[in-house]
C-alpha cells in the first residue's frame, strides 16, 4: 500500500473517531433531564405531586396545534398537527404522516407491519410515523415556545421542490354554496330647467357544485327617459385540470388578448393556468386615471360593454379596483359631471410578451361562436395560441385563427430576454375572402421592448406596432367587412377601399425615481401614443407627465396632457395638487380619527376654462367611516363662472359598504348619489354577508367561529357575524393561505383554540373552515382547603360529570373553564400513590350575556373527602 493511501485511511478513521466523540456527548446532553426540587412547592403533600411531565422542559399537551414547520431549517409553512400522548408521562409527539411527508418534499420511506409506526391509528386515518427509525440519522424537534417544528433528513431524502409550491394532492375542492357580489350606483342630477335619474347595478353571481363553478357577469342600467335594460355580459362553467396545469369552461367568455385582440365567445376553452405552478416558473390590469372636475360619475367600457361605474371627488383620481375582459381590448372612459357635462377618453390595454421559464409552456384553445351585437350573422371560430420557454434567453410563441366564413390569421414570433431589456417581435399573416370581392392577403409586423434600468431606477416601455401591408386585416376588422357585404341591407355597405383600420401605432411609457442615497426626490412619469389609420390617413395621439413629490408636511403632484383628434384639433389639461396630512401638521396621533388631511388642485386647459377645489377628508378611529367636504370655484370662458359645495361619505358595514355624496352650485344644479357594494355566500350554515365586494375569479373563504361576532377576518374589513360566520375574499388558488382571526376587541368570555387556519384553495372554490372555540363560562377561584392546608400545585380541577376545567396553580388559586352559575368543583391529586380530593361549592354572580367576564371567587372553601 502507498504512504499516500496510508494517510488517506487514517484521515478517514481520526474524522470517525471525533464524529463519534461528538455524537455520544450530544446523546448524553439530549438524554439528560431536568429534575424539580419538590420542596420549594408548600403544602406537606407536595412531595407526592407528580411533576415528571415536565421533566423535559416545557411539556406539550396531546391535541392539535397550528406550528411552523421546517425541512433541514428551511421554512416550508404553516400547518395544523396532531401532538400524540405515547403513555409514556412525557410531553406529546408530533404526529408525522406520509401524506405530510408528501406535502414536505421528503421520499416516503418503506416500512413493514407496525415497524417505524409511532402509533397505529384507524384504516381511515394515517399512521404517525416513527421518523428516526425509518429514515438514518433523521430528527423531529418541537420548539414549544416558538411553536417550531424542524425536521432534519439527510439531503438524498429531499426530494427536488420550488419555494411556495403546494403538491396537487393538498388542493382542497371547497364546499358547495352560492355567491352574489354586487355594485350599485344611483344617480340624480338637477339642472336650472330639466333633471336626470339614472341607476346602475353590476352583479357577479356563482354555484359551486361537486367541484364545478357556474359563473355569470351582467348588470342592469336605468335612465329615466331611456328606460331600463338588462345585459348578461357571460355565463360559463369550468373546472380546473390538475393533470394538464389547466382550466377548462364551457359558455360565454372572452379570449385571452395576450397574442390576438380580445374577442368574446360562446363555446368551449381550454388554456393554462400559471397559478398551478411553482411561483419560480410562473396578470396585468391597467390603472386608469383622469380629473373630475365635481362629484362626478365615472363609467368605463370595453368592447361595448359597461365592465366598472363608480363616483369620484373633485379632482385627480385613480381607478385600479376592476377587472377588464381579456387583456387586449381599449377601455373606453366617460366623466360625467354634476353639470351634466361629459368627458371621454380611451385608455389602451395591452400586454407584451410573456416570457416563459425554460422548459415550461402556456397555451390557450378556444372553439365557439363570436358574440358580436354589431354582426348580422356570427361567425365560428377556432383560436389557439402557445407560448414555451427555449431556454433562459429565447422564448416562442405562435398562434392561429380560423373562422367559417373565410378569414385565416397565423401569427409566429420570439420573445427575447437580453442584456438590454426584454424584446418580442412577431409577424402576422391574415388571409380574408370577402363575398362578391377578392381574397385579401397582408402581414403586420409588430415589435415590443420594455427595460428597467436599476442604476437610475427608471422603466421604460415601447411598444410599436406597425402594418406594413394595406390588406392585412384583423379579426373584428374582416368580420365587419364580410357582414357588410353578405347583409347590405342590415349594415350600411362598407368595402375594404372606404373602411377605415389601424395603419401605425406607437405607445411609449416611462416612470422615473428621483433618488439621491437617502434624498428622495420624487418621481415623474411621461406617457405617449400616436395612431395612424389607413383610408383616411387621419392620426391620434396623446401625450401626458406628470411629477410628484413631498416635503416635511405635505406631498405635491403636477401633470399636463396634451391629446390630438382625428381631425387635429388640440385639447390641454395641466393640473396641480397639495396634499396636507393634518395629523402631522397638528402633531396629532395618527389614526386618532378625525379630519385628517386637507388637499387642493388647481386645473387648466389653457383656454381659460379653469378650476380651483379643495377637498378635506377624514375617518372614523375605527376606519369605518370616510367622510369629506369639498368646494370647487370654475372660471369658464365665455360663461357664467361657477362654484359648487359638496359632500362624500361611506360607511365600511358588517353587510357591505354604503356611500352618498352630495353637491350644489350657483347655477341651480344639484347633485346626488347613492352607492353600495358587497356580497353574500350561501352556505351549509346559512347565509353570510361580506362587507368587500368580490369578483368571478375570487377564490372565498367562509370563517365559523362560533361567538366570536366582531372578529375582523385576515387584513381586510370582513368580521364574524352574530351567528358567528364570516366570509374573506382574499385567497390566492393553489398556493398556501394563512389566514388569522383578530380578536383583540373581543370583550366577551370566549375561548379561541386556535385563532389562525392554514387552506390551499382551489380557483373560485369556497373554503370552509372552522376556528374551534369554547362558550363555556371561566372562572378564577381563589381555595383553601378545609383542613387548613394548602392545595398543592397542578393538581386537576374536575366537574361532577368528571370532566377536566383546569388546574390548581400557585397559592391554591385555579382558573378554570366551564363552570355553570352555580354547582360543586371537585380537586384530585395523590399523595405517595393515594388520591386524595376535596370539593367546593360555588355559586356565581349573574352578568349580561354580552359583557361577559373572567369571574373571580374567592375564599371558596374545599371540603375534604
Same mark, same amino acid.
Given at each position: 500500500?502507498?504512504?499516500?493511501? *496510508?494517510?488517506?485511511?487514517?484521515?478517514?478513521?481520526?474524522?470517525?473517531? &471525533?464524529?463519534?466523540?461528538?455524537?455520544?456527548?450530544?446523546?448524553?446532553?439530549?438524554?439528560?433531564?431536568?429534575?424539580?426540587?419538590?420542596?420549594?412547592?408548600?403544602?406537606?403533600?407536595?412531595?407526592?405531586?407528580?411533576?415528571?411531565?415536565?421533566?423535559?422542559?416545557? +411539556?406539550?399537551?396531546?391535541? &392539535?396545534?397550528?406550528?411552523?414547520?421546517?425541512?433541514?431549517?428551511?421554512?416550508?409553512?404553516?400547518?395544523?398537527?396532531?401532538?400524540?400522548?405515547?403513555?409514556?408521562? *412525557?410531553? +406529546?409527539?408530533?404526529?408525522?404522516?406520509?401524506?405530510?411527508?408528501?406535502?414536505?418534499?421528503?421520499?416516503?420511506?418503506?416500512?413493514?407491519?407496525? @415497524?417505524?409506526?409511532?402509533?397505529? %391509528?384507524?384504516?381511515?386515518?394515517?399512521?404517525?410515523?416513527?421518523?428516526?427509525?425509518?429514515?438514518?440519522?433523521?430528527?423531529?424537534?418541537?420548539?414549544?415556545?416558538?411553536?417550531?417544528?424542524?425536521?432534519?433528513?439527510?439531503?438524498?431524502?429531499?426530494?427536488?421542490?420550488?419555494?411556495?409550491?403546494?403538491?396537487?394532492?393538498?388542493?382542497?375542492?371547497?364546499?358547495?354554496?352560492?355567491?352574489?357580489?354586487?355594485?350599485?350606483?344611483?344617480?340624480?342630477?338637477?339642472?336650472?330647467?330639466?333633471?336626470?335619474?339614472?341607476?346602475?347595478?353590476?352583479?357577479?353571481?356563482? &354555484?359551486?357544485?361537486?367541484?364545478?363553478?357556474?359563473?355569470?357577469?351582467?348588470?342592469?342600467?336605468?335612465?329615466?327617459?331611456?328606460?331600463?335594460?338588462?345585459?348578461?355580459?357571460?355565463?360559463?362553467?369550468?373546472?380546473?385540470?390538475?393533470?394538464?396545469?389547466?382550466?377548462?369552461?364551457?359558455? /360565454?367568455?372572452?379570449?385571452?388578448?395576450?397574442?390576438?385582440?380580445?374577442?368574446?365567445?360562446?363555446?368551449?376553452?381550454?388554456?393554462?393556468?400559471?397559478?398551478?405552478?411553482?411561483?419560480?416558473?410562473?396578470?396585468?390590469? =391597467?390603472?386608469?386615471?383622469?380629473? +373630475?372636475?365635481?362629484?362626478?360619475?365615472? $363609467?368605463?367600457?370595453?368592447?361595448?360593454? *359597461?365592465?366598472?361605474?363608480?363616483?369620484?371627488?373633485?379632482?385627480?383620481?385613480?381607478?385600479?379596483?376592476?377587472?377588464?375582459?381579456?387583456?387586449?381590448?381599449?377601455?373606453?372612459?366617460?366623466?360625467?359631471?354634476?353639470?351634466?357635462?361629459?368627458?371621454?377618453? $380611451?385608455?389602451?390595454?395591452?400586454?407584451?410578451?410573456?416570457?416563459?421559464?425554460?422548459?415550461?409552456?402556456?397555451?390557450?384553445?378556444?372553439?365557439?361562436?363570436?358574440?358580436?351585437?354589431?354582426?348580422?350573422?356570427?361567425?365560428?371560430?377556432?383560436?389557439?395560441?402557445?407560448?414555451?420557454?427555449?431556454?433562459?434567453? #429565447? $422564448?416562442?410563441?405562435?398562434?392561429?385563427?380560423?373562422?367559417?366564413?373565410?378569414?385565416?390569421?397565423?401569427?409566429?414570433?420570439?420573445?427575447?430576454?437580453?442584456?438590454?431589456?426584454?424584446?418580442?417581435?412577431?409577424?402576422?399573416?391574415?388571409?380574408?375572402?370577402?363575398?362578391?370581392?377578392?381574397?385579401?392577403?397582408?402581414?403586420?409586423?409588430?415589435?415590443?421592448?420594455?427595460?428597467?434600468?436599476?442604476?437610475?431606477?427608471?422603466?421604460?416601455?415601447?411598444?410599436?406596432?406597425?402594418?406594413?401591408?394595406?390588406?392585412?386585416?384583423?379579426?373584428?376588422?374582416?368580420?365587419?367587412?364580410?357582414?357588410?357585404?353578405?347583409?347590405?341591407?342590415?349594415?350600411?355597405?362598407?368595402?375594404?377601399?372606404?373602411?377605415?383600420?389601424?395603419? !401605425?401605432?406607437?405607445?411609449?411609457?416611462?416612470?422615473?425615481?428621483?433618488?439621491?442615497?437617502?434624498?428622495?426626490?420624487?418621481?415623474?412619469?411621461?406617457?405617449?401614443?400616436?395612431?395612424?389609420?389607413?383610408?383616411?390617413?387621419?392620426?391620434?395621439?396623446?401625450?401626458?407627465?406628470?411629477?410628484?413629490?413631498?416635503?416635511?408636511?405635505?406631498?405635491?403632484?403636477?401633470?399636463?396632457?396634451?391629446?390630438?383628434?382625428?381631425?387635429? /384639433?388640440? !385639447?390641454?389639461?395641466?393640473?396641480?395638487?397639495?396634499?396636507?396630512?393634518? !395629523? %402631522?401638521?397638528?402633531?396629532? /396621533?395618527?389614526?386618532?380619527?378625525? #379630519?385628517?388631511?386637507?388637499?387642493?388642485?388647481?386645473?387648466?386647459?389653457?383656454?381659460?376654462?379653469?378650476?380651483?377645489?379643495?377637498?378635506?377628508?377624514?375617518?372614523?378611529?375605527?376606519?369605518?367611516?370616510?367622510?369629506?367636504?369639498?368646494?370647487?370655484?370654475?372660471?369658464?370662458?365665455?360663461?357664467?363662472?361657477?362654484?359648487?359645495?359638496?359632500?362624500?361619505?361611506?360607511?365600511?358595514?358588517?353587510?357591505?359598504?354604503?356611500?352618498?355624496?352630495?353637491?350644489?352650485?350657483?347655477?341651480?344644479?344639484?347633485?346626488?348619489?347613492?352607492?353600495?357594494?358587497?356580497?353574500?355566500?350561501?352556505?351549509?350554515?346559512?347565509?353570510?354577508?361580506?362587507?368587500?365586494?368580490?369578483?368571478?375569479?375570487?377564490?372565498?373563504?367562509?370563517?365559523?367561529? =362560533?361567538?366570536? @361576532?366582531?372578529? %375582523?377576518?385576515?387584513?381586510?374589513?370582513?368580521?364574524?357575524?352574530?351567528?358567528?360566520?364570516?366570509?374573506?375574499?382574499?385567497?390566492?388558488?393553489?398556493?398556501?393561505?394563512?389566514?388569522?382571526?383578530?380578536?383583540?376587541?373581543?370583550?366577551?368570555?370566549? /375561548?379561541?383554540?386556535?385563532?389562525?387556519?392554514?387552506?390551499?384553495?382551489?380557483?373560485?372554490?369556497? &373554503?370552509?373552515?372552522?376556528?374551534?372555540?369554547?362558550?363555556?363560562?371561566?372562572?378564577? #377561584?381563589?381555595?383553601?382547603?378545609?383542613?387548613?392546608?394548602?392545595?398543592?400545585?397542578?393538581?386537576?380541577?374536575?366537574?361532577? *360529570?368528571?370532566?377536566?376545567?383546569?388546574?390548581?396553580?400557585?397559592?391554591?388559586?385555579?382558573?378554570?373553564?366551564?363552570? @355553570?352559575?352555580?354547582?360543586?368543583?371537585?380537586?384530585?391529586?395523590?399523595?405517595?400513590?393515594?388520591?386524595?380530593?376535596?370539593?367546593?361549592?360555588?355559586?356565581?354572580?349573574?352578568?349580561?350575556?354580552?359583557?361577559?367576564?373572567?369571574?373571580?371567587?374567592?375564599?371558596?372553601?374545599?371540603?375534604?373527602?
Amino acid at each position: 500500500m502507498s504512504p499516500i493511501s *496510508k494517510k488517506r485511511q487514517l484521515k478517514r478513521l481520526t474524522r470517525a473517531i &471525533i464524529c463519534c466523540i461528538f455524537a455520544s456527548s450530544h446523546l448524553a446532553w439530549a438524554e439528560e433531564n431536568l429534575e424539580f426540587d419538590r420542596t420549594f412547592l408548600m403544602g406537606s403533600s407536595a412531595g407526592g405531586i407528580d411533576l415528571d411531565r415536565y421533566s423535559n422542559g416545557n +411539556a406539550v399537551l396531546p391535541g &392539535i396545534y397550528d406550528v411552523g414547520v421546517s425541512v433541514n431549517n428551511k421554512t416550508v409553512g404553516n400547518m395544523k398537527l396532531t401532538f400524540i400522548d405515547l403513555g409514556d408521562n *412525557k410531553s +406529546a409527539k408530533a404526529c408525522i404522516t406520509p401524506s405530510m411527508l408528501l406535502r414536505l418534499h421528503i421520499s416516503q420511506p418503506e416500512y413493514h407491519g407496525n @415497524e417505524g409506526i409511532l402509533q397505529k %391509528r384507524s384504516d381511515d386515518i394515517e399512521n404517525c410515523l416513527d421518523l428516526p427509525k425509518l429514515i438514518p440519522l433523521s430528527s423531529v424537534e418541537y420548539n414549544a415556545n416558538d411553536q417550531l417544528l424542524n425536521i432534519s433528513v439527510p439531503q438524498a431524502w429531499e426530494e427536488k421542490s420550488y419555494s411556495n409550491y403546494i403538491d396537487p394532492s393538498f388542493w382542497e375542492d371547497g364546499v358547495n354554496a352560492a355567491m352574489l357580489s354586487y355594485n350599485a350606483n344611483a344617480w340624480h342630477n338637477e339642472y336650472s330647467d330639466d333633471s336626470d335619474d339614472s341607476l346602475y347595478t353590476g352583479l357577479n353571481a356563482g &354555484i359551486n357544485l361537486a367541484g364545478w363553478h357556474l359563473r355569470s357577469q351582467g348588470n342592469y342600467s336605468w335612465r329615466r327617459d331611456e328606460g331600463g335594460s338588462f345585459d348578461l355580459q357571460h355565463s360559463y362553467i369550468h373546472h380546473d385540470i390538475p393533470a394538464l396545469r389547466s382550466q377548462f369552461a364551457v359558455g /360565454e367568455q372572452g379570449t385571452s388578448g395576450n397574442t390576438f385582440d380580445s374577442v368574446s365567445l360562446r363555446g368551449i376553452r381550454l388554456y393554462s393556468e400559471t397559478l398551478m405552478l411553482p411561483p419560480v416558473l410562473a396578470s396585468y390590469s =391597467p390603472s386608469v386615471r383622469g380629473i +373630475a372636475k365635481s362629484n362626478a360619475k365615472v $363609467t368605463i367600457t370595453q368592447n361595448g360593454y *359597461k365592465v366598472y361605474e363608480t363616483t369620484v371627488p373633485p379632482g385627480p383620481f385613480e381607478l385600479t379596483d376592476f377587472t377588464p375582459g381579456g387583456y387586449g381590448a381599449d377601455l373606453i372612459v366617460t366623466i360625467e359631471e354634476a353639470d351634466g357635462s361629459k368627458h371621454t377618453f $380611451t385608455q389602451p390595454y395591452s400586454s407584451l410578451v410573456q416570457m416563459m421559464h425554460p422548459g415550461v409552456g402556456s397555451w390557450d384553445f378556444s372553439v365557439g361562436e363570436i358574440q358580436q351585437d354589431e354582426l348580422a350573422e356570427a361567425p365560428n371560430l377556432a383560436q389557439g395560441t402557445f407560448y414555451y420557454g427555449l431556454n433562459n434567453t #429565447f $422564448t416562442g410563441y405562435t398562434g392561429f385563427q380560423i373562422t367559417d366564413n373565410n378569414y385565416y390569421a397565423g401569427l409566429l414570433g420570439l420573445g427575447m430576454n437580453t442584456v438590454l431589456g426584454a424584446f418580442s417581435f412577431d409577424i402576422t399573416h391574415s388571409q380574408t375572402k370577402i363575398p362578391n370581392s377578392k381574397t385579401y392577403t397582408g402581414q403586420s409586423y409588430r415589435i415590443s421592448w420594455n427595460k428597467f434600468f436599476a442604476p437610475t431606477n427608471t422603466s421604460l416601455n415601447i411598444a410599436a406596432y406597425r402594418y406594413t401591408t394595406e390588406n392585412y386585416l384583423s379579426l373584428t376588422d374582416a368580420m365587419e367587412l364580410i357582414d357588410s357585404a353578405k347583409h347590405v341591407s342590415h349594415n350600411e355597405y362598407e368595402n375594404i377601399n372606404s373602411y377605415s383600420r389601424l395603419k !401605425d401605432q406607437v405607445n411609449l411609457s416611462m416612470n422615473q425615481s428621483l433618488r439621491d442615497g437617502k434624498k428622495d426626490y420624487g418621481s415623474f412619469y411621461l406617457t405617449g401614443t400616436w395612431s395612424r389609420y389607413w383610408v383616411t390617413n387621419n392620426s391620434q395621439s396623446s401625450f401626458s407627465f406628470g411629477y410628484s413629490s413631498n416635503f416635511s408636511w405635505a406631498s405635491y403632484s403636477i401633470g399636463v396632457q396634451r391629446t390630438y383628434n382625428d381631425d387635429g /384639433e388640440q !385639447d390641454d389639461a395641466i393640473y396641480l395638487t397639495l396634499n396636507v396630512p393634518l !395629523d %402631522r401638521l397638528f402633531g396629532r /396621533e395618527s389614526g386618532s380619527g378625525g #379630519f385628517n388631511s386637507l388637499s387642493s388642485s388647481v386645473n387648466s386647459d389653457l383656454k381659460g376654462n379653469d378650476q380651483y377645489s379643495m377637498n378635506v377628508n377624514g375617518n372614523s378611529k375605527d376606519n369605518r367611516w370616510n367622510y369629506s367636504v369639498n368646494s370647487s370655484y370654475n372660471r369658464v370662458n365665455g360663461d357664467q363662472n361657477l362654484s359648487t359645495i359638496g359632500t362624500y361619505a361611506s360607511y365600511d358595514s358588517p353587510w357591505g359598504t354604503y356611500s352618498g355624496s352630495a353637491s350644489a352650485s350657483n347655477d341651480q344644479s344639484r347633485q346626488y348619489s347613492l352607492s353600495t357594494d358587497g356580497g353574500f355566500v350561501f352556505h351549509r350554515g346559512g347565509v353570510t354577508f361580506s362587507s368587500d365586494s368580490f369578483s368571478e375569479n375570487d377564490t372565498l373563504l367562509v370563517v365559523n367561529a =362560533p361567538g366570536a @361576532e366582531g372578529a %375582523r377576518i385576515g387584513y381586510g374589513s370582513s368580521t364574524v357575524d352574530r351567528f358567528g360566520y364570516g366570509v374573506f375574499s382574499s385567497l390566492t388558488p393553489y398556493r398556501e393561505n394563512t389566514v388569522a382571526l383578530d380578536i383583540s376587541d373581543l370583550d366577551n368570555d370566549i /375561548e379561541m383554540k386556535s385563532t389562525s387556519t392554514t387552506v390551499v384553495p382551489r380557483q373560485g372554490a369556497v &373554503i370552509f373552515s372552522t376556528f374551534e372555540t369554547d362558550q363555556r363560562r371561566s372562572a378564577v #377561584f381563589n381555595l383553601t382547603r378545609s383542613d387548613g392546608q394548602p392545595l398543592p400545585f397542578a393538581a386537576s380541577v374536575f366537574d361532577t *360529570k368528571g370532566i377536566s376545567l383546569g388546574a390548581i396553580g400557585q397559592g391554591g388559586q385555579a382558573f378554570v373553564r366551564g363552570v @355553570e352559575d352555580e354547582g360543586d368543583i371537585i380537586v384530585r391529586w395523590a399523595v405517595k400513590n393515594q388520591p386524595q380530593s376535596c370539593r367546593a361549592h360555588y355559586q356565581l354572580p349573574q352578568t349580561p350575556a354580552d359583557k361577559r367576564q373572567p369571574l373571580i371567587v374567592n375564599a371558596a372553601v374545599c371540603k375534604m373527602e
